[in-house]
């Protein structure tokens, strides 16, 4: 990809990738893998970090005799997310607007 995601961007992306449903954290990099190349490990501060906020939080179920850590949004989260998702459908329009000469 061209276009690289900042750390609100980030963000943003893995909360939404959560707000669709809980998931674990080497599948939310393989979703995130579509939009941008990044590592593996620069997935675990941005899910701690919105652990801290209190955004997401997380649960253990087994699977193959392991146990996985799952991420669920909270009910803040879905706030926050909604919040970040009139803001993304703002800035989108006004990069569209640009990009596409409707802006003088």
């Known amino acids: 990809m061209t276009f690289t995601l900042n750390t609100p961007m ?3 992306v893995v909360l939404s990738v959560i707000a669709n449903g809980d998931a674990y ?3 939310i990099s393989q979703i ?3 939009a941008a190349n990044t590592k593996d490990s ?3 501060p941005i899910l701690k970090r919105l652990q801290d906020n209190r955004y ?3 649960y253990d179920q087994q699977f193959q005799g392991r146990n996985r850590k799952y991420y669920s949004i909270t009910d803040t989260g879905r706030e926050h997310h909604q919040e970040l998702l ?3 459908d703002t800035y989108k329009t006004t990069i569209d607007e640009i990009v596409k000469g409707g802006i003088s």
């Open 25 to 27: 954290g080497y599948q």
């Open 56 to 58: 997401v939080e997380t």
């Open 10 to 12: 980030f963000d943003f």
């Open 86 to 88: 009139k803001e993304w």
């Open 42 to 44: 620069t997935l675990y």
């Open 32 to 34: 995130i893998k579509k």
